[in-house]
């Protein structure tokens, strides 16, 4: 059969057998960890970390502009009071973020960006004086 230009080789039945058994047992994995994660709340516990970044952010923007921080400086000092946040969070799960969260990265990731663009406008704000 030809599909999108390249040719798809039928594979052995016994190899389809092991994917479809594989795709049977990650539903069953997915069902499982559907009914030990609450959808609220583990959305409510995203909300919190990103309000947390964010309003850190700011703090942190307005320190690093009385600070004087200035170019690269200043990002270094953004993503080390980011981990200092997610860090802090960590120790708020006890070690343990997977039971809170879906990925334990997202106490890292979560609010990442936004957190930057609310640190760069207080950041620059004493600057405008």
Known sequence: RVHGGLKIKNKSKKKSK?????????GQQQQEIAAVYSGERVAS????VYSARVGFSIIAGAASGIL????VTGFIFYFIASLFIGFGFLLKTKGHPDEFFLKSSSLYTEGLSQGLASFVLFWTYPFIN
């Not at 516990?45 to 919190?48: A, K």
């Not at 004087?68 to 170019?71: D, P, Q, R, S, V």
């Open 45 to 48: 516990n995203n909300r919190i």
């Open 68 to 71: 004087g921080l200035t170019g």
């Open 18 to 26: 092991k994917k479809s058994l594989k795709k049977i047992m990650d």
